[in-house]
């Protein structure tokens, strides 16, 4: 059986690694709808029950697919969904802007429900803190509909240490989203403690570095055309070849170990605390299977060391999101 982890003192008991879907419908290269739809299908075989997923990843076509693959099996799952990045009329358009208003929370969450083909959501996130709307009353709307049955738990996604405390003093948060792996560690600096003398449960998302720390990706020109990891500084000119050489001496250690890479970064978040459920996002079965084995892997102190040693905090060249984007982060 799957081990399972517990996200913060009044959520949801989940897998230990659960399933990303957002590459499934767009940002990560063409999509292939029986393939994301039998891979989600697989992690609930697999016993992967945290399925994460929000209204703007399409936009909204995400949250429908993830409903048909679940149709017949809601038992089996947590849905985890987001609302509060807009996008405008045109899907391509960069241009976002962030609701929190009570209003729009209520609404949101009408159109997942109905989108998820779901009479209630399991943890219902705000993806990104909205400044112009106090969060207190953003999380009283989300209490409000926990108290209507229309949500389980809440959770609040890439939000700062002060804004956690203050949304905790009106409703138990159950879990905090934000990225985290190798080579995105800020969260250890105040965001990880906060939780942790909250009692609330971390999220990891993009724990594979968006695919970078698979060790799949050799050049630029690897990415499709479309790929949204092509504007992500990160991923282009000088700091694409300096976190290659991150990468590699990742993969000696992966090697050693008789792991793949990818495997190898997922066993070291999870070996940063019970308390942190990495969500790696995939579009097939093979990889995802390959993920989970990623909880066959042993680290010991001597390994967690190395690992520290090849890629400490703050080694990855770049930040994690374009400027515009880093704005939003930890509000």
Not at 133 to 138: A, C, F, L, V, Y
């Amino acid at each position: 059986m799957m081990e399972r982890r517990q996200l913060g003192r009044v959520g949801p008991a989940v897998s230990a690694i659960g399933l990303g879907c957002m590459g499934m419908s767009e940002f990560y290269g063409p999509g292939d709808e029986a393939e994301s739809i039998a891979t989600i299908q697989r992690a609930l075989d697999l016993g992967v029950n945290l399925l994460d997923t929000a209204d703007m990843y399409g936009p909204y076509t995400n949250e429908e697919l993830v409903g048909r693959a679940i149709r017949g099996r809601r038992d089996a799952a947590i849905v985890a969904t987001k609302f509060g990045i807009v996008r405008g009329d045109d899907p391509k358009s960069p241009v976002r802007t962030i609701n929190g208003r009570p209003d729009y929370v209520r609404a949101a969450c009408e159109g997942s429900l109905r989108r998820l083909g779901v009479e209630t959501i399991d943890l219902y996130y705000q993806h990104r803190v909205d400044p112009a709307t106090p969060i207190e009353d953003t999380v009283g709307a989300m209490a409000d509909l926990v108290r209507a049955g229309k949500v389980r738990w809440l959770g609040l996604s890439e939000a700062g240490p002060e804004t956690l405390r203050r949304a905790q003093a009106v409703h138990p948060i159950s879990a905090v989203q934000s990225e985290y792996s190798l080579w995105s560690r800020d969260p250890e600096d105040a965001v990880l403690p906060a939780c942790r003398t909250l009692g609330i449960g971390f999220v990891a998302y993009s724990p594979l570095g968006r695919g970078f720390l698979t060790g799949q990706i050799r050049r630029f020109e690897d990415l499709a055309p479309d790929d949204y990891r092509r504007l992500t500084p990160r991923f282009q000119g000088d700091n694409f070849a300096k976190n290659l050489d991150l990468v590699r001496r990742v993969e000696e250690i992966a090697a050693e170990k008789g792991c793949r890479p990818s495997q190898l970064a997922l066993a070291w978040v999870l070996a940063q605390g019970a308390d942190i459920v990495p969500i790696p996002g995939t579009k097939r079965r093979t990889y995802l299977e390959e993920n989970v084995r990623a909880l066959q892997v042993r680290l010991d102190p001597s390994d967690l060391a190395r690992i520290d040693e090849v890629m400490p905090p703050g080694a990855a060249a770049g930040p994690r999101y374009p400027e515009f984007m880093m704005r939003s982060i930890a509000r």
